[in-house]
């Protein structure tokens, strides 16, 4: 809320002007949602990529940047990338942080091939989790 003092209405027996007062509401952005000067996102990320780590692009307020994901990240694992959230009030060249969730995107339409593999996978974890358990 702002206050804008003598910019109201006419004050009664020619008294001074009262005071403006504005309500500012800022509408909620598409993509990010703001906490101070942090913001929070979620990002899709390919399930190959989370399990073997590489790069993901991610959008941010100013530009898009490249981001290590590192191996075997899991869903829903939170990301902090310095300096990209919003500006600080009152200072110069300091900001928030951006804050990314992991969101894991995984394959459709897969081929038999890839059936077969997963089918492999599944049986070499299930084995792996056996033998610690012995």
């Known amino acids: 809320m702002l206050r804008v ?6 004050g009664s027996n020619g008294s001074t002007n009262g005071d403006l007062y504005i309500t500012i509401r800022i ?5 990010f949602q703001r906490r101070g000067n942090d913001l929070y996102c979620d990002r899709s990320v390919e399930l190959y990529t989370a399990m073997l780590g590489g790069k993901a ?6 530009n898009t940047v490249n981001v290590d994901i590192p191996k075997e990240t899991p869903n829903g694992k939170v990301l902090r990338l310095l300096g990209l959230g919003m ?6 060249n300091e900001f928030g942080n951006m804050y990314v969730k992991v969101v894991i995107q995984l394959p459709d339409h897969l081929s038999k091939e890839e059936i077969d593999l997963f089918k492999k996978l599944a049986a070499l974890q ?9």
């Open 126 to 134: 299930k084995k792996s989790h056996t033998a610690e358990r012995a």
């Open 27 to 31: 509408a909620p952005h598409a993509e």
């Open 5 to 10: 003092a003598g910019k109201g209405g006419r």
């Open 57 to 62: 692009r991610i959008k941010t307020m100013e």
């Open 87 to 92: 500006p600080v009030y009152g200072t110069k």
